[in-house]
């Protein structure tokens, strides 16, 4: 039986209006625009794979068709080619001598502010004039100090240098003041780069700043009337400069914000039960909406943090604040990186205003979520959610091109180690459907939403195509299972099942994993329907046997499940070979047969003691004989530059004799190549018991066909490649889903696809 026999028909998922509950973005009568990704342009394309970049702030060519970014790693100023947006091209570096900060644009020229600071106390800095076609350095201006912001004034008259002079995180615990003071510089620009001159304003002193001594200026932004509006981001301030003057016009308090059904507690789980109050703002990111109103990313820094984003008028009146809702909107998206709720939640690091088809919009970067949220601000008092966008990790910088339909997003995080690279996301608006996201989860009744992310398994309903179950692994504890129905775009989590040790089985065999309330830490991998209804969870080991690095701490086990959680069976393997555990476990489990015959399959990540290199197992457990025995299939080798391993993700039944995994390599971004659906069939095979006697182990030897590479699926969706496919599943109508695991965006971007496969028709 080859997979293509299942006759998968060609079906698009149906689209659905998604209840408001959902703050869905799709919930619309009449046709608009979204935006969509459509390329991702890692950095180190303008230099070498090897080479750690950065791209930290973004800005464009008047003509919209060049990129130009900061990477202050090479002590570079970056350029992208984006005649076609769809396919950007490297174009270029020019070495600034220094680390830039920030960079903008004045017609022909690149304006880049450079850091070139000994030290904390001894700062110095420069702005750098680069011609843009030339890619020349036309002149450099001395700064006086240490930039961090920059921005030229809507009819190229001014430029505004924020010289933070920034604190040192480590020095009396970062307690400020700490000086030099910082300002701000006005660069009058006037004739040839070389004539401009320089004015300083002294933030010192304003009335109403926690550290009169120190102001730490942060970010700027200008205005049709050129104002500029400078964030003191320690010091909860903001300050209005009349550029044409140098006059402080005026200057307000951020204020604080109470925050409610939050998370603020570091204990792998989403709990929105807690209370924040009189959180100073501390704002970063500003942008004007108009002249009259400019609104902040309250990100935080030293004291503060209140998680969403603040409009103001001129007068320092709050027109609107955005409350928890920025970190429920990420929360239902899967993008909440609950290892920062004890600090600053999803830290909104930028804003930018633009007009698009004659509608305003404001975006929103969350740096730890990893997103854009989109906000349609033509009533800047009722900001509406549009959509929440995937960006590269940590995203920074935020850049509008409204003439070319354009949004740019710079993501600074690079550690190829970790899988992540710096990277330029570029989204087009055009079009009437979105991408993004694929799953979304509803309200809970308390109205707070249902959080989830890290899924790291797939099973489809046996009768119902429209419905799936996915799990969380470890990253989480208080194990879950979700009911997800996938009949609408994007698939909608709506129910969660809690997993429970109420009959006493976990906690026989593991009582570390059962909590005081009897819900259970353990790492779910896989699961699958029972055939007498519930089902079964394959739990991965944690921890290599004899390994002090890796120390053993927990067994592999499926668990038996009911349909309301309650674990009331529990099978571990055989002793024998238990005492061969690696750290790499079980990533699936799969059912087989009739209620009154069942057999279970789960697939091994990768070889264990003993075992043959390049042949891992698959167990098989018979439910009724309660025994285990043993296949091998032979993984591909490693064929990544970067080198690592080969492994199973997902094992999934298509009857009693055929099967289909996953196998993948642990590499993501440029470096992934292995990310496959393979079949294989153990007709005429018989498994074998483990025993310690024979060395090496004798079992059978799969034979596996490639039914799908996945990588082309993958790069469909103009991210860079994902890690971990580690979900998969055929729907009852003979569709296939896959599904990743986001990390629960711990050194991750937090992206989730949930992905229908095509699989063509072989002969």
Do not use: C
Not at 335 to 363: C, I, M, Q, W
Not at 464 to 469: A, G, N, Q
Not at 626 to 655: K, N
């Amino acid at each position: 039986m080859t997979f293509p026999a299942l006759k998968l028909q060609r079906k698009q998922l149906a689209t659905a209006v998604i209840s408001l509950l959902l703050v869905s973005p799709f919930a619309q009568a009449d046709k608009e625009r979204y935006f969509n990704r459509i390329a991702t342009f890692p950095v180190y394309l303008n230099s070498s794979v090897e080479n750690k970049t950065v791209a930290e702030i973004v800005t464009s060519s008047k003509n919209g068709r060049t990129l130009i970014y900061t990477d202050g790693k090479m002590d570079a100023i970056g350029f992208v080619n984006i005649r076609n947006p769809k396919k950007p091209k490297p174009a270029g570096m020019v070495l600034v001598g220094g680390e830039p900060t920030a960079v903008a644009v004045n017609r022909r020229y690149a304006l880049a502010a450079v850091n070139t600071s000994e030290d904390f106390v001894n700062v110095s800095g420069k702005l750098v004039v680069i011609d843009i076609r030339k890619q020349k350095i036309k002149a450099e201006i001395d700064l006086g100090g240490q930039p961090d912001s920059i921005a030229v004034s809507p009819n190229g008259k001014y430029a505004a240098v924020v010289i933070e002079n920034e604190r040192d995180e480590d020095l009396n615990n970062g307690e400020i003041p700490q000086l030099p003071a910082g300002k701000l510089v006005i660069v009058d620009l006037h004739g040839k780069p070389k004539h401009w001159a320089t004015r300083t304003v002294n933030l010192t002193g304003l009335e109403g700043m926690l550290y009169p001594s120190d102001p730490e200026p942060e970010f700027v932004d200008i205005n049709e009337n050129n104002i500029a509006v400078v964030t003191l981001q320690e010091n909860n301030h903001i300050v209005l400069v009349d550029l044409a003057t140098g006059n402080i016009l005026n200057h307000f308090s951020a204020g604080t914000q109470d925050l409610t059904n939050i998370d603020v507690a570091k204990d792998k789980q989403i709990t929105l039960n807690s209370t924040l109050t009189d959180i100073p703002r501390e704002p970063d990111g500003v942008s004007w909406i108009n002249d009259s109103l400019l609104v902040t990313a309250d990100e935080g820094d030293m004291n503060g943090g209140s998680r969403g984003y603040t409009i103001y008028n001129t007068a320092g009146d709050i027109v609107f604040e955005s409350g928890n809702t920025v970190e429920h909107t990420v929360i239902r998206h899967g993008h909440y990186p609950d290892k920062r709720s004890a600090k600053k939640g999803n830290e909104p690091e930028n804003v930018e205003v633009a007009t698009f088809k004659g509608d305003k919009y404001l975006f929103v970067n969350s740096e730890r979520a990893s997103v854009a949220l989109v906000y349609d601000i033509n009533d800047p008092t009722h900001p509406i959610l549009k959509q929440v966008l995937p960006t590269a990790v940590k995203p920074e910088g935020l850049l509008a091109i409204p003439r070319r339909k354009l949004l740019v997003t710079a993501g600074e995080k690079d550690a190829r180690g970790d899988k992540i690279r710096s990277a330029l996301t570029i989204y087009q608006f055009k079009s009437d459907d979105v991408d993004y996201p694929t799953i979304i989860s509803e309200d809970r009744d308390d109205g707070t939403p249902m959080p989830w992310g890290a899924l790291s398994g797939l099973a489809a309903d046996p009768v119902d195509s429209d419905v799936m179950y996915t799990i969380h692994d470890s990253f989480y504890n208080k194990a879950r299972i979700f009911k997800m129905e996938i009949g609408s775009k994007p698939a909608v989590l709506n129910a969660e099942i809690v997993l429970k040790d109420s009959m006493g089985k976990l906690a026989a065999i593991a009582a570390n994993q059962v909590n005081a309330d009897g819900t259970v830490n353990i790492d779910q991998e896989g699961i699958s329907i029972r055939k007498s209804g519930g089902f079964w969870v394959a739990s991965e080991g944690k921890g290599t046997i004899g390994d002090t690095k890796k120390p053993f701490e927990s067994y592999n086990l499926i668990l038996g499940v009911t349909e309301n959680g309650i674990i009331d069976q529990v099978i571990q393997l055989p002793a024998t070979t238990n005492s061969k555990q690696i750290r790499f476990g079980f990533e699936g489990v799969t059912s087989t047969g009739n209620s009154e015959n069942e057999v279970l399959f789960v697939a091994f990540q990768r070889e264990w003691a003993g075992d043959q290199d390049g042949l891992v197992r698959i167990g098989r457990y018979d439910v009724n004989s309660a025994s285990w025995s043993f296949y091998y299939y032979p993984l591909e080798t490693p064929l990544s530059d970067f080198g690592g391993w080969v492994g199973l993700s997902e094992i999934t039944a298509l009857d009693d004799e055929n099967f289909l995994v996953i196998e993948r390599d642990n590499q993501g971004n440029t470096d992934a190549v292995i990310k496959r659906i393979y079949q294989f069939s153990i007709s005429g095979l018989t498994a074998e018991e483990d025993t310690t006697s024979l060395n090496p182990l004798n079992f059978p030897i799969l034979t596996k066909t490639l039914v799908h590479d996945l990588i082309e699926d993958l790069d469909k969706t103009k991210g860079l490649t994902l890690e971990k496919v580690e979900g998969l599943a055929v729907t009852a109508e003979g569709d296939l889903y896959v599904v990743n695991d986001n990390d629960g965006v711990d050194d991750s971007n937090g992206e989730t696809q949930l992905l229908r496969i095509e699989v063509s028709e072989q002969k």
